[in-house]
């Protein structure tokens, strides 16, 4: 159990530092004009995230036997999109927020208007990032489009938007448990499925991998929200860094109020599980996604 | 002279008509959930645009010899780029518009919330729309990734995002003709000039003609901002179905403001006689071509 504890440790932490230097290649420097949008989107895509799509994107890549340092820019367009979607989610028209990861907001830095400004142009700059010669040259063609349209499709309106749509309409309504599966499937775990998907398809893995592996990244992705929601419950600002029982001041739809935090934890274990069942037949490769889909379950951040 | 009107008149109604349709298969219907979202969607989509960047980007793929009704998905696209812009534009942290083609804005409607997700969809689906296989199985890989590699890069952070920024950082600041360049080429001019490119890139240009292409786009770019600037002092707001005034209200760095009316228009001409020699090679199929490049820097509307 250590021993994996620490495994997984050093293995976060090794993929984190590259995707970290791959994002500081990737973004264009602060002495670009005008300055201040670059900064504002430096400022939000270096907030100490956990990086957890490019990582599961690079070690979906792993398990099946694919070259993950050809896909760190993927994994870096992956992190891009997140962040766009939280900052455009914090702004006061939406959450309402002024912490996240332990730091202002980007609007409360930079203002609303570079902060929708910041948004649009991550999720711009991410599909630069992945059409652009110096990382779709690594692929075939085909793949790197198939690639290109599952994550704008997974980010768009059948997607992460339509689910974010979902979630502010659902605010206040007694909850429904088709309106909240619906809301955790597109809102988080889209990006995530997807995530998996793009390191499999990129991996060049093949289609019953893939097919698997998808199957994965859709359980995990639930699982990943389910968590959320309960630490928004149990855990505290100090370690989180931002600020909790937010659920409950918006009357967010939740698992957690839906059928309280035992049940929902419970419903976070069997999609691990379902998880974990689906990686059955992959090697060792795949140890790295089997220990991460444990950690998104039981992390207390 | 009026031959060459109607004849333009009856190209640009065909084409908007064409590209009006396309849009109409593009976009998912107002019966999916959270219908909220594709109605707001829908509701700038079809709110009257002339359709100028399509157009743009179709005359010029006939410019070359190509078959334009193979590009109206890419077509859609960069209509769609335009108005997810001028939603979050609109929006009351950036130029807090009411009225826009003589309807009420988005976020007027459907509330600011939703405006920023129906842009965040927009241009998020533009990319689904490009790189899914029902577009770009339609033209080689290499060049679709390409023309989206190019969209990204004039739509982003380094085009109209960037120039976006700079026209708001340049409010109240005393005119400076190069941050008004930048500001011109960049807010309106990237997104012109990459609906001309994409057009000749996709309609199987040689190399020398898309370069001609890119610097006819790049005039017609300015050109239609000077215009729209000019307007914006001497329209009036029943015509332009927009409030007028606006730029001199908000202290907006403008050419007419730096140069005067008149010398603005001059250089509009300037830039228009630019742009027309760039097609002297041309034959009769870059007609249309020459006649919108007119036509931006005469119109009323």
Chains 1, 2 share one sequence.
Do not use: W
């Amino acid at each position: 159990m250590n021993d994996r504890k620490t495994y997984l440790e050093s293995y976060l932490k090794e993929k984190k530092l590259l995707v970290d230097r791959a994002l500081e290649e990737c973004l264009p420097g602060e002495d670009n004009f005008p300055e201040i949008i670059f900064q504002s989107v430096r400022y939000s895509m270096f907030a100490g995230g956990k990086r957890l799509r490019p990582i599961l994107c690079l070690a979906s890549a792993e398990a099946v036997g694919g070259d993950s340092s050809r896909l760190l820019p993927v994994a870096c367009a992956l992190e891009m999109i997140h962040t766009y979607s939280l900052i455009h989610d914090d702004l006061p028209v939406m959450d309402d927020d002024d912490y996240r990861r332990g730091r202002l907001t980007n609007h409360r830095v930079f203002g609303e208007d570079m902060a929708v400004l910041a948004g649009d142009a991550l999720l711009t700059e991410a599909f630069h990032l992945l059409a652009r010669k110096e990382t779709a040259s690594h692929f075939p063609p085909e793949k790197i489009l198939c690639a290109i349209s599952e994550i704008a499709r997974a980010a768009g309106i059948f997607g992460m938007v339509g689910g974010q749509v979902a979630d502010i309409q659902a605010e206040g309504k007694a909850a429904d448990p088709k309106v909240l599966e619906f809301i955790h499937r597109h809102k988080t775990g889209e990006m995530i499925r997807v995530s998996v998907i793009t390191g499999a398809l990129l991996g060049m893995a093949d289609d019953n991998s893939i097919k698997r592996l998808e199957k994965f990244g859709g359980n995990i992705g639930l699982a990943f929200q389910i968590t959320d929601d309960i630490l928004d419950i149990e855990g505290d600002m100090d370690t989180l860094g931002k600020a909790t029982g937010q659920d409950a001041a918006f009357n967010k739809m939740t698992y957690p109020f839906l059928m309280g935090v035992e049940q929902a934890r419970q419903k976070a274990k069997y999609h691990l599980e379902e998880a974990l069942a689906e990686l059955s037949g992959f090697d060792e490769r795949a140890e790295p996604l089997r220990l991460i889909a444990k950690f998104v379950v039981e992390r207390t951040v």
